[in-house]
């Protein structure tokens, strides 16, 4: 997507129709292949059954498409990373975030070639990244505190499959990405610098999930059933993470829908964070809010966004959490 296109996206928005808002209580919900617990309840169904609504769950490869697809009208409610979640909002998108899906840690990562011994070596060097995503902003935030010029390295804007393609040829000699492409990458690559190690330093990055505002009016008892569920089958992870993983079941629902090889589902879970309820109810507020303003800047400052809202709560709530 584009970031300077936002008429595009908001006359989208305009000639969504009144289509899908006649079976408003049957949604779509789009999806991304982050790996974590909830998951298991999408596999499983638990988000029809307590919604008593009929789901139809798109796969998407990154938050750009994401943001296009819940303009269009195509989508409700989507998955996708605090950046571009940030460049949606300052575009003045109809969306609420009404969940944090997870504080990004070991799940996204800079993957480099063994050529390639210390973060200078990647001057000159082709770095892969979908454009306005959590890894763009890490990437970003990774070369300036390295003090390297985002310009003196040649940084590729792909999708995670083509990354996966591009990186089997030895087409890019590096890439900051998420499984299913961190975990290929990782077969013969090494890990650089990960989200996690970024959010200490200062640059922290977070995956949402989102929906339009006119859907969560109408049906705000859907939004509040997806909520719940979500949160449950966080509280059932964190509750004994080591029993949650020995079960089989568990890893095996991940890996059909991430992507991911079972082996690497304990890693990847275990570096990111679910928020519980309670957490949820802190961070769905100044946390948020604050996170998406210091992301704006930044993508005001790499000429990804046109200016940064003086305020980004109307685009944050945490109304349809559990009572």
Known sequence: MNPHTPLRLLTALTLAGASWLAQAADLTIAYQTTVDPAK?????????????????????????????????????????????LAAAATRKLPIETFLIATQ???????????????????????????????????????LKGWNIDPAKVQILNLAPPAIIAAWKRGDIDATYVWDPALGVAKETGKVLITSGELAKHGAPTFDAWIVRKDYATKHPEVVKAFAKVTLDAYAAYRHDPKTWLANPDNVAKLAKLSGAKPS????????????????????????????????????????????????????????????
């Open 40 to 84: 298991v309840a999408q596999v499983d169904g638990d988000y029809e059954k307590a919604s008593k609504a009929s789901i139809d769950w798109r796969k998407f490869d990154n938050g750009a498409d994401v943001i296009t697809a819940v303009a269009s009208g195509d989508v409700q409610i989507g998955y996708l990373g605090s950046s571009p």
């Open 104 to 142: 990004i840690g070991a799940g996204e990562a800079l993957v480099a070639r063994d050529n390639i011994k210390t973060p200078q070596d990647l001057i000159g060097k082709k770095v892969a990244v979908p454009f306005v995503s959590t890894g763009h902003y890490s990437l970003l935030a990774a």
């Open 264 to 323: 690497d589902i304990p890693v990847l879970l275990q570096g990111n964070v679910y928020p519980l309820a309670a957490d949820q109810a802190k961070a769905l507020g100044a946390p948020t809010i604050q996170a998406l303003t210091d992301t704006a800047t930044f993508l005001k400052q790499q000429g990804k966004v046109d200016a940064v809202l003086p305020d980004y709560a109307p685009y944050v709530s945490a109304q349809y959490l559990p009572n």
